[in-house]
């Protein structure tokens, strides 16, 4: 009788716990699996000098997103080769300065609940690998366009060279800001 | 079976003054809480953690191994979390840490996408020191290149000043101290001029694309004033000798001034060339956030 009673309580227990284990688990643990393309992209990082305002221009980055069990892991990558300023020597400059040829590929690393991704806006916390440092940056919003399918992405990170210990150029002994924004333009698609 | 994490286990696996059914109680809901809590702890690590926004993957794996261990746990300490910021406060848009210098792979931090998920090649993401080097001695090379142009630009300012008093003064081919001062600073922009060139020239090259941008005529301009650094002594020198023997400057010498005047404003059109477009904005640049 005593151990009948003590099964009861467990066959009682254990739905209650299994109750309280699903409340723990975030409401989209539902939804299904997604694989997510970038389509199209900018990246567009401005410079500022007392002589200069510069913006430098990819439009070669490569993403893809992968959401499994609520959680979505996106990785954006382009070479930093491929932003383009208008002026080539400038630009072998900036990849001089930025190490670029020893570390060849910018990338971005962006860990998003998959509930929020049909938000206007996107709350994201990026992790940039960059001349071969890691910097993070912390509820970087970007606003959301959703049209049919496609998800137009726009936003702006705001990174600074010493994010990355890059030596800031000069030119005429002055040196450029420190600040280097970084305008993202993407359109994603789900698969 | 460990129950509740504890050393109070005998030889059989029994802990002692317990019951085998209090035993498999205790044991069924520590298992389902720890469950619920460990997967609380991974799924929504980035929701409930509004301050500590830990992106990093060291963190998270360290927090899904907590989350693991919290199964035998219960009755355990907390352990301190590994690596996770103490400033959890933090300004928006802030860059929270940077970290060491990575690999030149730029492999992920932890089992998620890889470059090579993107299609790129190891040939792409992997760096060349080598080309590094290539472009930091380029970039050293053409920094005195345009140190030397700009000092270069006293010499060939001066020599066109003082060009003024190389002719002779009303027929007086006797006075030559001005003249000889203008030789003096011609010849001194002409040696500024050889050591600035020759340091671009000797920079390596590090692209076969063609130039874009304003240095594109910054070498259209050497077309012009390259002859005309050599051509401009040359002519001042057949001037100079037809002074001191007497002569008028005739000839092709008489052509020096206008040589020396186009040699010296397509160097200076050169030096803003690669200046080019200048958008003055002195009042906002001087702060350097």
Same mark, same amino acid.
């Given at each position: 009788?005593?151990?009948?009673?003590?099964?009861?309580?467990?066959?009682?227990?254990?739905?209650?716990?299994?109750?309280? %284990?699903?409340?723990?688990?975030?409401?989209?643990?539902?939804?299904?699996?997604?694989?997510?393309?970038?389509?199209?992209?900018?990246?567009?990082?401005?410079?500022?000098?007392?002589?200069?305002?510069?913006?430098?221009?990819?439009?070669?980055?490569?993403?893809?997103?992968?959401?499994?069990?609520?959680?979505?892991?996106?990785?954006?990558?382009?070479?930093?080769?491929?932003?383009?300023?208008?002026?080539? %020597?400038?630009?072998?400059?900036?990849?001089?300065?930025?190490?670029?040829?020893?570390?060849?590929?910018?990338?971005?690393?962006?860990?998003?609940?998959?509930?929020?991704?049909?938000?206007? $806006?996107?709350?994201?916390?990026?992790?940039?690998?960059?001349?071969?440092?890691?910097?993070?940056?912390?509820?970087?919003?970007?606003?959301?366009?959703?049209?049919? $399918?496609?998800?137009?992405?726009?936003?702006?990170?705001?990174?600074?060279?010493?994010?990355?210990?890059?030596?800031?150029?000069?030119?005429? $002994?002055?040196?450029?800001?420190?600040?280097?924004?970084?305008?993202?333009?993407?359109?994603?698609?789900?698969? | 079976?460990?129950? +509740?994490?504890? *050393? /109070?286990?005998?030889?059989?696996?029994?802990?002692?003054?317990?019951?085998? =059914?209090?035993?498999?109680?205790?044991?069924?809901?520590?298992?389902?809480?720890?469950?619920?809590?460990? /997967?609380?702890?991974?799924?929504?690590?980035?929701?409930?953690?509004? =301050?500590?926004?830990?992106?990093?993957?060291?963190?998270?794996?360290?927090?899904?191994?907590?989350?693991?261990?919290?199964?035998?746990?219960?009755?355990?300490?907390?352990?301190?979390?590994?690596?996770?910021?103490?400033?959890?406060?933090?300004?928006?848009?802030?860059?929270? @840490?940077?970290?060491?210098?990575?690999?030149?792979?730029?492999? #992920?931090?932890?089992? +998620?996408? *890889?470059? =090579?998920?993107?299609?790129?090649? #190891?040939?792409?993401? /992997?760096?060349?020191?080598?080309?590094?080097?290539?472009?930091?001695?380029?970039?050293?090379?053409?920094?005195?290149?345009?140190?030397?142009?700009?000092?270069?630009?006293?010499?060939?300012?001066?020599?066109?000043? @003082? *060009?003024?008093?190389?002719?002779?003064?009303?027929?007086?081919?006797?006075?030559?101290?001005?003249?000889?001062?203008? !030789?003096?600073?011609?010849?001194?922009?002409?040696?500024?001029?050889?050591?600035?060139?020759?340091?671009?020239?000797?920079?390596?090259?590090?692209?076969?694309?063609?130039?874009?941008?304003?240095?594109?005529?910054?070498?259209?301009?050497?077309?012009?004033?390259?002859?005309?650094?050599?051509?401009?002594? !040359?002519?001042?020198?057949?001037?100079?000798?037809?002074?001191?023997?007497?002569?008028?400057?005739?000839?092709?010498?008489?052509?020096?001034?206008?040589?020396?005047?186009?040699?010296?404003?397509?160097?200076?059109?050169?030096?803003?060339?690669?200046?080019?477009?200048?958008?003055?904005?002195?009042?906002? *640049?001087?702060?350097?956030?």
């Amino acid at each position: 009788m005593k151990k009948f009673s003590r099964l009861a309580m467990v066959l009682l227990l254990l739905p209650a716990s299994a109750w309280l %284990n699903a409340q723990a688990r975030p409401s989209d643990r539902t939804a299904p699996d997604q694989t997510w393309k970038l389509d199209q992209s900018t990246l567009t990082y401005h410079m500022s000098h007392p002589m200069h305002e510069v913006d430098g221009t990819s439009h070669a980055a490569l993403g893809k997103g992968v959401c499994h069990v609520g959680q979505c892991d996106f990785l954006i990558a382009a070479a930093v080769k491929t932003f383009d300023s208008g002026d080539s %020597n400038r630009d072998l400059h900036m990849i001089q300065v930025t190490r670029g040829a020893q570390f060849p590929i910018v990338s971005v690393r962006i860990h998003l609940p998959q509930s929020s991704l049909d938000s206007p $806006t996107l709350d994201c916390d990026l992790e940039v690998q960059f001349a071969g440092k890691t910097a993070h940056y912390a509820h970087v919003l970007f606003q959301q366009k959703i049209d049919g $399918t496609a998800h137009h992405i726009t936003g702006i990170v705001p990174s600074t060279l010493s994010d990355f210990k890059i030596d800031p150029p000069s030119f005429l $002994t002055i040196a450029i800001k420190n600040a280097i924004p970084v305008r993202v333009d993407m359109v994603w698609h789900a698969l | 079976m460990v129950v +509740g994490g504890s *050393s /109070e286990l005998d030889p059989m696996g029994r802990v002692h003054g317990i019951g085998h =059914g209090t035993k498999a109680l205790l044991f069924a809901i520590s298992l389902t809480l720890a469950c619920s809590v460990s /997967e609380r702890v991974v799924a929504q690590s980035s929701e409930t953690q509004a =301050g500590a926004k830990q992106t990093n993957a060291p963190t998270t794996t360290a927090q899904q191994g907590i989350g693991a261990t919290k199964e035998d746990a219960m009755a355990l300490p907390d352990a301190p979390l590994p690596a996770a910021p103490a400033d959890s406060a933090l300004d928006l848009g802030e860059p929270l @840490s940077t970290s060491a210098l990575q690999p030149p792979d730029q492999s #992920p931090p932890s089992g +998620g996408l *890889s470059l =090579g998920d993107l299609g790129l090649t #190891p040939t792409q993401t /992997e760096g060349d020191a080598a080309r590094q080097a290539l472009f930091d001695r380029r970039t050293h090379m053409l920094k005195v290149h345009q140190r030397l142009g700009l000092i270069t630009v006293i010499p060939v300012a001066a020599a066109c000043l @003082s *060009s003024v008093g190389a002719p002779p003064d009303k027929g007086n081919y006797g006075n030559t101290a001005s003249r000889d001062l203008h !030789v003096a600073l011609g010849a001194t922009a002409v040696a500024m001029y050889a050591a600035t060139a020759s340091y671009a020239i000797r920079a390596p090259r590090v692209s076969g694309e063609p130039a874009r941008g304003g240095v594109k005529w910054h070498k259209y301009l050497i077309y012009i004033h390259a002859p005309g650094m050599v051509l401009t002594p !040359v002519l001042g020198a057949m001037a100079y000798n037809q002074i001191n023997s007497g002569q008028k400057v005739h000839g092709i010498a008489s052509a020096h001034g206008a040589v020396a005047v186009a040699t010296a404003a397509s160097y200076g059109a050169a030096i803003v060339a690669v200046s080019w477009p200048i958008h003055l904005n002195l009042h906002k *640049s001087q702060r350097n956030p």
